[in-house]
């Protein structure tokens, strides 16, 4: 069966109060999303690829140097999958207090976390992603290119934020790092964040 855009978890204005415009998310979810789900279907439709869940086609295309060009799609359209439920309206503010001390014991302090993904993001050279992941049991920050994602490692994913330029272009023109603060700030679903991490 073919991929499907899923519904965004709240209406397109829902985030605007929290530095997310609906423009944002007309672009980015029904165009941008939209696209990489419509591509991959087309490249998936009538191979022995068809029926495999978007998990299965990353791990299978990621190493796969005939397959760019489905590995970008797939890693895409998953990646967005998972960033709409990263976020919420009226987000940010206090964590969990079992996320909270496992971020204080690993960067040491909740600034601290910040401040490196904060940094990852904004250092990641062109478009790409800022994830917080695992690593043998500790919580890593990573900046990956394009579509990567921590799937491709083998790792699990708890957080993710999209640096690609049409993320923010609208709402903060060249200003990354603004972006970037405010989604950590304004937008986390540190809820989402905490279940990921009780889960995994
Ligand atoms: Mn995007």
């Not at 397109?12 to 696209?35: C, F, R």
């Not at 789900?37 to 990353?58: H, P, V």
């Not at 062109?126 to 690593?135: A, I, N, P, Y």
Request: proline share 4%; glycine share 10%; with cysteine.
């Amino acid at each position: 069966m073919a991929f499907e855009l899923p519904d965004l978890p709240y209406s397109h204005d829902a985030l605007a109060s929290s530095g997310m415009s609906e423009e944002t998310l007309q672009y980015h979810h029904d165009l941008h999303h939209n696209a990489y789900i419509t591509k991959a279907n087309e490249l998936i439709a009538g191979t022995d690829l068809e029926g495999k869940s978007l998990e299965e086609l990353i791990t299978l295309t990621y190493n796969d140097a005939d397959k760019q060009g489905l590995f970008n799609q797939v890693s895409q359209a998953w990646n967005h999958n998972e960033f709409w439920h990263m976020m919420k309206p009226n987000g940010g503010g206090a964590m969990p207090p079992e996320l909270e001390t496992r971020i204080v014991a690993d960067f040491g302090s909740v600034d601290g976390f910040k401040k490196a993904f904060s940094a990852a993001g904004a250092g990641q050279f062109g478009s790409g992603w800022v994830w917080l992941t695992e690593e043998a049991g500790t919580l890593k920050v990573i900046g990956t290119p394009n579509g990567v994602n921590p799937l491709c490692l083998g790792r699990n994913t708890l957080l993710g934020c999209d640096v690609w330029e049409h993320s923010y272009y609208i709402d903060y023109r060249n200003k990354r790092p603004a972006y970037l603060e405010n989604f950590l700030e304004k937008l986390v679903n540190w809820e989402n964040v905490a279940g990921r991490l009780a889960t995994s």
